[in-house]
């Protein structure tokens, strides 16, 4: 269904590992820029933490990396499970299988400093914790939020790039310069029954009147697919 829409938009696209399939990497070539997730605490969260399971999975994730010729992926950030020390050996198997680098993927357990050395030594840096930290009734996760300038003026202040993982606070997006952010927003209508549409700066959403539902699904999720590569596109211009 998307298909004639990526070939003409070229749209920027994040996807997971774990959902990664043959249509993933057939599209590959058609996106405007192509980021990878690991998908790897989605895998813990299936079955539970298994090391050999897990490695197994790391070397599927490089041997796609390196199938498919990705230059921008993520490490497997799976510090909540595994502890940081682990995620560092992570990080060193999947750069050694890869020969590229990473983007590591900061969270709060890692301090500030942890943050500095990520861009001194990383062209490409994210954050993440995002939709935990809106959720979290920890002080320190709100705080974190409203500091991301500083992140990114961090990073930005040593010529690297940042991403936002799981963030598009619309209201936020002006004043947070990222370089990249990604979300799963833009499905949010097809799932609640609205229609999004982009005004010229920002998305808006219209409700199907009381009492209806949205009459092709497939349509209106395509609808609010092709709104949301508006806005993306407005969003590498002007945020």
Not at 46 to 72: C, H, M, P, W
Not at 140 to 149: I, L, V
Not at 166 to 194: E, I, Q
Request: aromatic share 16%; proline share 4%; net charge positive.
């Amino acid at each position: 269904m998307y298909d004639p829409v990526i070939r003409e938009h070229k749209p920027f696209i994040l996807e997971s590992f774990y959902y990664a399939d043959a249509d993933t990497e057939r599209l590959i070539p058609y996106y405007g820029d192509f980021l990878l997730d690991s998908g790897a605490f989605t895998f813990c969260g299936t079955g539970g933490f298994q090391e050999s399971k897990f490695e197994e999975y790391l070397e599927r994730y490089a041997d796609f990396i390196n199938r498919n010729r990705v230059d921008k992926f993520f490490e497997l950030d799976v510090d909540s499970i595994t502890g940081y020390e682990k995620v560092l050996s992570y990080r060193t198997k999947l750069e050694k299988l890869t020969g590229k680098q990473c983007i590591p993927v900061w969270h709060i357990s890692r301090g500030k400093n942890e943050f500095l050395r990520h861009c001194d030594e990383y062209p490409y840096v994210a954050l993440g914790g995002y939709v935990a930290a809106i959720k979290a009734s920890d002080p320190r996760q709100k705080a974190y939020t409203r500091n991301y300038p500083w992140f990114i003026s961090e990073a930005h202040k040593r010529g690297k790039k940042i991403h936002g993982l799981g963030f598009t606070a619309l209201d936020l997006l002006p004043k947070c310069h990222f370089d990249s952010v990604d979300s799963t927003a833009w499905t949010t209508g097809n799932r609640f029954g609205y229609l999004y549409y982009f005004d010229g700066e920002t998305m808006k959403k219209k409700n199907v009147p009381k009492g209806h539902r949205l009459g092709d699904s497939k349509k209106a999720a395509l609808h609010n697919y092709i709104e949301w590569i508006k806005f993306q596109k407005y969003a590498e211009r002007k945020l």
